[in-house]
């Protein structure tokens, strides 16, 4: 079975820009949860959506968006980016909301 | 206010040396602990996870323990392929993974 995907899986944009990161869960999970990993921290909860519907907001701000479609894919929505948004943005999926599988990530950098 | 802590930050292991990673934590209403690995430039992989204080879970050379307090990660006989960085993340149960900074660890063939 297919993991956890995200693409693009590098980005480069620069301060002011607005960027869309993607996610496909694993088959049959139903909950998306998105993190931001910034070099040698563990990695750090955006959001987490279940069945469509935001579950779990982190302490970031309102810059930040996403949403989950009927499909449970996801989209991470980052607006007016700013040098210190520059990480790896990880999303993970779960059957509920528990026992999460990580993608690949997306290494963004701001410039 | 919920808190974990790993140490130590960095550890450098001969192959075959046996030693143990800890994971403090401060987390009101626990439901669970999760450790996972994490290779450079890629996502966390699952390992195990621990709901209860006492329950201990094991996966080749790793063995998972859990106190109401602290985590222990143990590595028997480690071999280089085992070099990444371990996280342990609290679930306070407020639908996200409360991450630690983790451990990296280097076996040495």
């Known amino acids: 079975d297919a993991g956890v995907t995200q693409s693009p899986t590098h980005l480069i944009k620069t301060r002011g820009q607005h960027v869309t990161l993607r996610c496909s869960p694993i088959?049959?999970?139903?909950?998306v949860s998105w993190y931001q990993q910034v070099l040698g921290q563990g990695p750090q909860f955006i959001f987490q959506?279940?069945?469509?519907?935001?579950?779990g907001r982190g302490n970031f701000p309102d810059r930040f968006s996403a949403r989950q479609f009927p499909n449970y894919s996801s989209e991470l929505n980052v607006n007016a980016l700013l040098l210190g948004d520059s990480a790896l943005y990880l999303c993970?999926?779960?059957?509920?909301?528990?026992?999460?599988?990580f993608g690949p990530g997306t290494r963004l950098t701001v410039t | 206010e919920d808190q974990v802590t790993q140490s130590p930050e960095a550890l450098r292991l001969q192959e075959g040396e046996s030693s143990s990673l800890n994971c403090s934590y401060t987390?009101?209403?626990?439901?669970?602990l999760f450790w996972y690995r994490q290779d450079p430039g890629k996502g966390p992989e699952f390992l195990f996870t621990?709901?209860?204080a006492g329950e201990e879970k094991e996966k080749e050379r790793l063995k998972a323990t859990l106190t109401k307090k602290e985590s222990f990660l143990h590595i028997t006989a480690p071999k280089p392929e085992d070099s990444a960085t371990y996280l342990c993340?609290?679930?306070?149960?407020?639908?996200?993974?409360?991450f630690g900074t983790g451990t990296r660890l280097t076996v040495i063939p």
């Open positions: 621990l709901y209860s």
């Open positions: 987390v009101s209403g626990l439901r669970g």
């Open positions: 088959s049959g999970h139903k909950s």
């Open positions: 959506y279940y069945e469509k519907e935001e579950r």
């Open positions: 993340a609290p679930d306070p149960g407020a639908n996200n993974l409360f």
């Open positions: 993970a999926s779960s059957l509920d909301v528990y026992e999460q599988y």
